[in-house]
């Protein structure tokens, strides 16, 4: 919980990972739940919405305004919300 904080106020997020509870939050029926995501899957993910292997207009739009790493730091976060 200790890193959460940490990285939650670290100019290391470009972005604010609440934006992305709005859909990913726990229980949501529209999109899966990030707390806790593995860092490897949440970056494939993302890296696969860049590229249009995975086709969701949103979430390619989301995933092209951030850089490598800004990717790997929300991954590390919302991972650490579950610690």
Sequence with gaps: ???SSLLL????LAVDP???MGCHRPGSPV????IGMP???FVAAMMAY???ERPDPTMKALAMALNDA???GLAAYF???AD
């Design 18 to 20: 609440e934006m992305c």
């Design 9 to 12: 106020s670290s100019p290391l």
């Design 79 to 81: 991972r650490a919300l």
């Design 39 to 41: 860092v490897d899957h």
């Design 31 to 34: 999109a899966p739940n990030l």
């Design 50 to 52: 860049k590229t249009g």
């Design 1 to 3: 919980m200790i890193l």
């Design 70 to 72: 800004d990717i790997a």
